[in-house]
């Protein structure tokens, strides 16, 4: 064997046995849930009194929600004298003037609401709730992003939680009102139940770090100052400051059963965008407080927790390469024997893989009745996350660079059912040279399926094909939703709703 082969299949199985060992790293999450499900954090009687809560609502260009969003808050079922909203808006379009009218509306009904707006957008997210802190009375702060629409009671069944003073933040699972919109919806919501039900439920019920999600969630005001705040040196500032707050001692609380209903994305850019900023701004804080985790004086089993959930983004670029070595790596190993090939490639391949499918498949088991019609997007959702291999890895490269780049929002529509649509409106993402490299890879991967069925490598075909309809559906989705229809500024009057 030549050493360029040798070199090509030390990279390939190197690469292969990272990427099994963070697919081994599911199923141990999975036993962490089912292990400790007997410790899930049951609430107290109502606190008494009842502390003042100030909810903060911070927005950046959303004229299609604001509405509806500022409206959900304001039917809290909490005392108003012991309730404050803060609407935080750095807008620069018509969604300032949709965001004042609610709140006018709001105010002129008894609700202690407030409207901020800052012009130079310092900080992004973390500068504009760190500004509200400032006004704010609160010795609790919630956060709703644009999207969500809380429900009525979700300060009376969220707030009990408090009653152990060492608490710090308490965390709801996110719904999804239009997850039935498409393909893609479906599998993000997929996707992001894995995440809060089996990540933050194992990690929470074993005594392990868990993070904040920006939104949904109410911080007691002092774990926040206790922390150093606010800080905006990674586009994540909700998953910064919740290990710095967990570090200071402060316990977190995740409530599996309290769902805040909000809209995933419906277009593949939009999508991409959200998933840049997330991949980024986790590897920022990798860089930024790994080293003190490890040296912090807590559990080992604390302490290989966070290095995988921080970590876990350098994995996209081990796909990169993956995908790059696959086929002279097929190449060299057929020549060998392909029987060989199976021995060590597949058991890799399977570790990594089938890991992935257990995972989302007992979660979906876990909180849906119908899981088994679920079960069909498992495929598709592996698919995509192969397919975002390319975004989240500029991401993670942006991030190991040093590279300052803006905190994108990510556009929200308003698409509650079937018969809404986003054709035409406001807030589309640009398309760039990214698709098209998604696009070669997914023809690259179409050749070398043609090429794995005339030599009869019928064992690789599964995992070829994975990544073949992923780099093609990503690619070719961001394009064609790119110029489905040119957007269209509405009016205020329309913008609101009314």
Known sequence: MTPIATLTLAAYFFVLIILAVYGWHRYYLVYLYMKYRDRQSQPGPALDPLPIVTIQLPLYNEMYVADRLIEAVCRMDYPRDRLEIQVLDDSTDETRSVAELAVRRCAAQGVDIKYFHRRDRAGYKSGALEAGMKEARGEFIGIFDADFIPTPDFLARLMPHFRDPKVGMVQARWGHINEDYSLLTKIQAILLDGHFVLEHGGRNRSGRFFNFNGTAGVWRRRAIDDAG???????????????????????????????????????????????????????????????????????????????????????????????????????????????????????????????????????????????????????????????????????????????????????????????????????????????????????????????????????TLPFLVLFQVGFLYTGLLSVVQQYAGEPVVLNTQVASGK
């Not at 990674?234 to 309290?258: H, I, K, M, N, P």
């Not at 996350?385 to 556009?411: C, D, M, Q, W, Y």
């Open 229 to 459: 705040g606010w800080q905006h040196d990674t586009l994540t500032e909700d998953l910064d400051l919740s290990y710095r707050a967990q570090l200071r001692g402060w316990r977190f609380v995740f409530v599996s059963d309290l769902i805040a209903p909000a809209e995933v994305p419906v277009e593949m850019n939009a999508f991409k965008s959200q998933q840049h900023r997330w991949a980024k701004g986790s590897i920022q804080t990798c860089r930024k407080l790994l080293p003190t985790i490890l040296r912090a004086n807590l559990p080992l089993g604390v302490k290989a927790e966070a290095f995988f959930h921080l970590t876990a983004n350098f994995n996209y670029i081990l796909m990169c390469v993956l995908s790059v070595l696959m086929f002279p790596a097929m190449v060299i190993r057929y020549n060998m024997g392909w029987y060989e090939m199976l021995l060590i490639d597949i058991p890799l391949f399977f570790a990594a893989t089938f890991s992935f499918c257990n995972f989302y498949l007992f979660c979906q088991r876990q909180i849906h009745a119908d899981w088994r019609t679920r079960a069909k997007y498992i495929p598709f959702l592996m698919s995509v996350g192969i397919g975002l291999s390319i975004n989240n890895t500029r991401a993670v490269v942006e991030a190991l660079l040093n590279k300052e780049t803006e905190f994108a929002r990510t556009p929200k529509y308003r698409i509650e059912g079937d018969a809404d649509d986003w054709v035409g409106k406001k807030y589309r993402q640009s398309v760039a040279v990214q698709p098209l490299v998604e696009l070669l890879l997914g023809l690259y991967f179409t050749w070398t399926v043609f090429y794995a069925l005339a030599a009869g490598i019928y064992g």
